[in-house]
């Protein structure tokens, strides 16, 4: 009906899969002459391009669509998820507190096994809230002077035990009169703790050594491990959402740790990098 109402006196119709998206309509030329054949199959071939090109935007306006439904669906989850795991983990403590002495030692190790999965779960969903607050544009930084060689510190002093249950060592090495940096201090220690948990994760002996140096622009983090070596295959994509790197193997992991810490960490204006020695 569209079409019927106007005096084209020639018009291509763009058609996808039998139906009709759009079309393009050309007046009568100034000469008033007939379009030749030439003329013909070159207003075809814009046709089929604008065409795809038309295509692939709707496309691109679903799959946006789609992104924001499942983010929202990831965040509403998270949140349902965050008070009943804080709980699980709360209760498996107050029971090693209260009553661990009278315990079967087995009890006690099923009890403590739920206690580390409900943390664990409970990382996930903070990392899902974060990440959904990024892609939503919500997220916020409480930036202020920081002492970096502090919130390593601290980073590394809450990582102690995770490491001490492996058998390996943690080496700080931070380099005197750091100059105060201007981050948001939480997430900037959330992003040591993110490295050093993902070290400890995949190293099975050895060390792990933490250094932190001066810079023209700021402060350098470098954390380095023991553990096997990355490959240039999977490096492009170590902080992309959902990856791990072929070396995972049965390491449990959600991929989601170092993604979040790039996101922070270019936020504040810094980069992240990997290298690896075969």
């Known amino acids: 009906d569209w079409l019927k ?35 013909k199959a070159f207003l075809a071939q814009v046709s089929a391009a604008a065409t795809i090109a038309f295509s692939n935007s709707l496309l691109l306006e679903r799959v946006r669509e789609y992104d924001r439904l499942k983010t929202e669906f990831l965040s509403d989850i998270a949140h349902e998820l965050r008070g009943p795991l804080s709980g699980i983990s709360s209760i498996a403590q107050s029971l090693l507190l209260n009553n661990g002495d009278g315990l079967p030692e087995e009890h006690k190790r099923l009890i403590e096994n739920v206690g580390v999965t409900a943390s664990e779960l409970k990382d996930l969903v903070e990392h899902l809230l974060d990440l959904s ?8 930084y409480d930036i202020r002077p920081v002492d970096v060689a502090a919130v390593i510190r601290l980073a590394v002093d809450l990582s102690r035990e995770s490491a001490w249950q492996k058998g390996l060592d943690l080496v700080l090495d931070i380099e005197d009169n750091l100059p105060l940096v201007y981050a948001d201090k939480a997430r900037i220690r959330q992003c040591v703790s993110n490295f050093l948990s993902n070290a400890i994760k995949y190293t099975d002996r050895g060390r792990i050594r933490i250094s932190c140096k001066r810079q023209e622009d700021g402060v350098r983090v470098d954390v380095q491990d023991s553990g096997p070596c990355v490959s240039p295959e999977d490096r492009n994509s ?33 980069k992240t990098g990997v290298e690896s020695e075969i």
């Open 238 to 270: 170590l902080f992309e959402r959902y990856q791990r790197g072929r070396t995972a193997g049965s390491v449990e992991g959600s991929g989601l740790g170092l993604a979040l810490t790039k996101e922070i960490i270019e936020a504040h204006g810094g």
């Open 5 to 39: 109402r106007r005096s084209f006196a020639l018009c291509v119709p763009l058609a996808r899969k039998g139906d009709l998206i759009g079309a393009i309509g050309l007046a009568k030329k100034r000469n008033l002459k007939a379009f030749s054949p030439r003329e």
């Open 133 to 140: 607050k990024i892609e939503r544009g919500v997220m916020t």
